[in-house]
């Protein structure tokens, strides 16, 4: 371990030992300061994202849009900190309380996580959301970008935390490891006496990647090949409506579909028109046999197609025999995200969201809702694909713990 | 990946997604026939014993204490499954339920994390207790105990597997290791396909193993470096009475005291007392400088007693300045399981817990109290000093996840 990492680790605790202290009205008081100190210095940070772009001109055109920062983008990530504000401190709760038979008073409190690490990719305003959940949930944050962000992450850091330090804050709250080598992740994913828990956001590498080298605990988020199943008893209208909707309304993110499931019973009727639909929206079909032999517009699906999330305008579209087949289906090629049946019965319904063993099981609505600002937790800090802690869309509360505080008047166990 | 154990875990997830629809009434009955069945084949399990006992007898009699079976003990093991028999089933409760602006339905339910991993010492217990509680919570196990029990662990497994079997319900939803090298171990820590989380039982060597090989999602249990800290307004009865029963009434488990720390203020007035309570009580007591010099029975203690868990009748004591540097201690040597401080001062007590970051932190009652049990929880699967997913005594609750059914009719994201 680099004595830098480690020292970034220990001012985080001593950091996040302060944080853990205050109260909700001075956390909320630093989140609008934070904001307003963002747009009083953006062309700080418009001209370092202008030498993070100026190194990133052979990327394809969707990676350079990812990374630019716009005076609109920094009105947009101020306004996002002002959400955060508002919203209410999950560590100003205590979640439920009772006395023992010993007569011990017990109290579950919400406390914060402690030291949250960050690791994430191109997008800067990671940096700022990420910055503001954890701070306002009172945690101190260790934030990992990039190396195609670094100049524009650290002109955002520098902002973000000579505001807390003028404030009064400990500006150590949020820090950013500028060292974007592999070896600096690998560290960070091993920090286990400093960093209390790891949210990776990007890719299926990056994820893989802390998963299998980290020993500090994970939340693994992201990962989103989300199924829809037309059941036999399907409004057809509705189902098309869906199917579009969670296509092609945002192809780029984990909550859209990648995959279109349809019972054989409709799938004479319903294939031929969504085929045109999502045709016409731009989407590539690849199908299994029977798909492909209905609509000969659609391309032969290869088996990785199944497992595949494409975050793209391409959908692969299989027949199924039966309910439980889709089920299967879903349940061996998910990645446990999202999924949704069609079905205007209402036993079927019921049953595929008992038997789908995801995070997010709609029945007639679209995957696309998976997100906390739709939940209505205000904000989001990723979306869990993992069972422990966290599942689903994440907010503020899933950046906290418990503590139990046990009160006496001398009692000793017999 | 042995094909092996890869086959282990396919079974474990075909007999999970039997358990998870299971009613509470099937589940309780059934525990109730494992526990007749564990009586009723009483004798194969103390035959099996004797050979463990029989290949351990170069070990101590603290270990062989641990490994032996008797009827009372299988008695108690059956009595464990009739108590998780008559908790509440967590699955069948439906957390919270609201509807968004959308109009869409979403209920947080409580389901079953799947496949749980549970990693053992000696003690053959574990395996009953852990496949009760695995199987009440709607999970599959795979048990995976040491070689030393093996026999018994195959005796005590083979009943319930049976047992399952004669009732009409998978078997696969009590696996147990038998090949217990340490390739397996290390195999099953990295069964990320199959298991959903591991939960190790046993020392610091192997709890340290895991948490540093698994890439399966880990909860840290039972470290206990558990503090008593004895303010200046203490009632010095009370901490005299705390501090032995924290200390000798249960030495070898992990939320016994393992320090003393005292203010300086009333050190001379009550470390000589209670040295000579606890010596009487057959303790060794390690101090630094200040303690040996006000009381010389008391062996000067090294820097690394400060970090040591004994789980014997030895305790380190501490002369501390203040309230801060006691907390400051804690804070830097636990194992943040379990601290207590003795005052009677409300503010320094309410202090003494927002400032101490372990799972559960006292006012004027014994450690001894973080215990399922004692908590109310009905039993326990372990204490967890992690602060993510679960945090202290864990019962059946936190074998639990969550999953969002949402409920629309024909909603899209504009």
Known sequence: MTEKLVMLGQKAQVAANRLALLKAADKNAALLQLAADLINHQDEIITANKKDLANATDMPAKFTDRLMVTPQRINDMAAGLRTIADLADPTAQIDKGWVTNDGLEILQRRVPLGVIGIIFEARPNVTVDAAGLTFKSGNAVILRGGKEALQTNIALATILRNSLKEQGLPADAIQLVTDTSHQSADEMMNLTDYIDVLIPRGGHNLIQRVVKNATVP?????????????????????????????????????????????????????????????????????????????????????????????????????????????????????????????????????????????????????????????????????????????????????????????????????
């Open 218 to 414: 994970v939340i693994e988020t992201g990962a989103g090949n989300c199924h829809i199943y037309i059941d036999k008893d399907a409004d057809l209208d509705m189902a098309a409506a869906i199917t579009v909707n969670a296509k092609v309304q945002r192809p780029s993110v984990c909550n859209a579909a990648e995959k279109l499931l349809i019972h054989q019973d409709v799938a004479k009727k319903f294939l031929p028109v969504i085929a045109k639909k999502l045709i016409d929206h731009g989407v590539q079909l690849r199908g299994d046999e029977r798909s492909c032999s209905l609509v000969p517009t659609i391309h032969p699906a290869s088996d990785e197609d199944w497992d595949t999330e494409y975050n793209d305008l391409i959908m692969a579209v299989k027949i199924v025999d039966s309910l439980d087949s889709a089920i299967d289906h879903i349940n061996k090629h998910s990645t446990h995200h999202s999924e949704a049946i069609i079905t205007n019965d209402i036993n079927r319904g019921r049953y595929f969201q008992q038997a789908i063993n995801s995070a997010c099981v709609y029945v007639n609505a679209s995957t696309r809702f998976t997100d906390g600002g739709e939940f209505g937790f205000g904000a989001e800090i990723g979306i869990s694909t993992q069972k422990l802690h966290a599942r689903g869309p994440m907010g503020l509360q899933q950046l906290t713990t418990i503590k139990y505080e046990i009160t006496g008047n001398g009692q000793v166990r017999h």
